[in-house]
C-alpha cells in the first residue's frame, strides 16, 4: 500500500507572490517550477527535504473548470479556502524572531503548550501556517 505523502496542496492566487514569501521570506526551497503549458507546475520543500513537497497552485484548468476556478479565487480572496501547513523547528522563538524580521506577520506568538511552543501566520492568501517547536 501507502509508503508516504509525497506532496500537499494549497491554493495560491499569485505564485510568483507565493515565491516570494515561501521561499524569500519562509526560506524554503523551489524543488520544481515547471511550465506545462495548460498550468505551472510550482513545488516548495523545507530545504533538505524534497520528499515532501507543497504544490503552490493557483485554482483553474485543468482541476477546475473557469467558472469554478473563479469561485474558488474569490474564496480564497476571502481567506475561506485558506490551507493549513504546520512545520517544526528545534527554536519556535528564534524562528519566530528571525521571519518577523523579515517582515512575516503572524496571527500569534509563541506559546506554551502541552506538546510544545509553536506560533501561528497565514500567507498573503489566507492559508493558515504554525510551526512547533515539540518538547517531547
Same mark, same amino acid.
Given at each position: 500500500m501507502f509508503t508516504a505523502i509525497t506532496h500537499s496542496q494549497i491554493y495560491v492566487l499569485d505564485q510568483d507572490e507565493a515565491l516570494d514569501f515561501y521561499v524569500g521570506k /519562509? =526560506?524554503?526551497? +523551489?524543488?520544481?517550477? +515547471?511550465d506545462m =503549458?495548460? !498550468?505551472?507546475?510550482?513545488?516548495v520543500n523545507v530545504p533538505g527535504e524534497p520528499g515532501r513537497q507543497i504544490l503552490l497552485e493557483r485554482p483553474g484548468p485543468p482541476a477546475l473548470s473557469e467558472e469554478t476556478a473563479q469561485q474558488v479565487r474569490? /474564496?480564497?480572496?476571502? =481567506?475561506? !479556502?485558506g490551507g493549513s501547513l504546520i512545520f517544526s523547528t528545534d527554536d519556535c522563538r528564534k524562528t519566530y524572531e528571525?521571519?518577523?524580521g523579515r517582515g512575516v506577520e503572524f496571527t500569534e506568538e509563541p506559546t506554551e503548550r502541552f506538546y510544545g511552543i509553536d506560533c501561528a501566520l497565514r500567507d498573503p492568501f489566507g492559508n493558515s501556517i504554525r510551526f512547533t517547536q515539540l518538547t517531547s
Open positions: /519562509l =526560506g524554503l526551497e +523551489v524543488n520544481a517550477d +515547471v =503549458g495548460f !498550468m505551472r507546475w510550482l513545488t474569490a /474564496l480564497v480572496t476571502k =481567506g475561506a !479556502m528571525t521571519l518577523l
